[in-house]
């Protein structure tokens, strides 16, 4: 079965200060992968998905950035954190049977 | 294009009292339907899902049944508990694999004692 490997857990920044956000996934070659964020109390907001290496749709604009150098590493990046970027980000990866596998996610504040 | 909606919570209910979930989605073709749960501080985990209508997916005393005539994926529970207290996301995957999952907004329910 697939495992979705994501960190840091939890994390504080500065506003102004930069961002990597990595999920790595087992058990599976090929996914579609995904990254999700959750303000608080709300639904899940898709920032970017990618079918492949170095293939990232941008579903939001934003001062966010993705990453996929490795058909099973997925990163989430910013150069200069806005108090809006707070909040909880989810890696998921889409499985054969349609079904989306989702890691532990990554609580972020920017202060 | 694709779209789930979803009924609007929070929903607050007695332990033991019965539950439904509204969710009815726009697509095209025959999309799979999945119920996700996520508990307090934690990532989703698949409740439960359906692949082809009339195919009704069940999990922890949790059911849905994929009608395609009303568009729909209602999720219904019996008899809830006080650990069901979380936010339950109707989901959508288009029958083709390089279209991404399209989730509802979630529901988030409460029971209490």
């Known amino acids: 079965s697939q495992t979705i490997h994501q960190w840091p857990a939890t994390l504080v920044q500065p506003v102004g200060s930069p961002l990597s956000l990595e999920c790595t996934v087992e058990?599976?070659?090929?996914?579609?992968l995904y990254w999700y964020r959750q303000a608080a109390g709300r639904g899940l907001q898709l920032l970017f998905y990618?079918?492949?290496?170095?293939?990232i749709s941008s579903e939001v604009p934003q001062n966010l950035s993705a990453s996929r150098p490795q058909d099973r590493q997925f990163i989430l990046s910013s150069k200069k954190l806005l108090l809006s970027d707070s909040g909880f980000y989810l890696c998921?990866?889409?499985?054969?049977?349609?079904?989306?596998?989702f890691g532990e996610g990554s609580r972020l504040t920017v202060l | 294009g694709n779209s789930v909606t979803q009924m609007e919570g929070p929903v607050t209910l007695s332990e033991e009292a019965f539950l439904t979930i509204n969710c009815t989605y726009t697509?095209?073709?025959?999309?799979?339907l999945f119920w996700y749960v996520q508990y307090p501080g934690e990532g989703l985990q698949l409740l439960l899902k359906?692949?082809?209508?009339?195919d009704k997916g069940s999990n922890k005393g949790f059911e849905a049944t994929y009608r395609k005539e009303t568009t729909s994926f209602h999720l219904e529970k019996g008899s809830v508990q006080v650990s069901d207290s979380a936010v339950y996301f109707c989901?959508?995957?288009?029958?083709?694999?390089?279209?991404?999952?399209?989730f509802g907004p979630g529901t988030s329910l409460s029971v209490i004692p």
């Open positions: 998921s990866a889409h499985a054969g049977t349609g079904e989306l596998f």
């Open positions: 058990g599976t070659s090929n996914p579609n």
């Open positions: 990618s079918v492949g290496i170095g293939q």
């Open positions: 697509a095209t073709g025959y999309p799979s």
């Open positions: 359906a692949t082809k209508a009339d």
């Open positions: 989901a959508l995957s288009p029958e083709t694999s390089y279209d991404k999952v399209i």
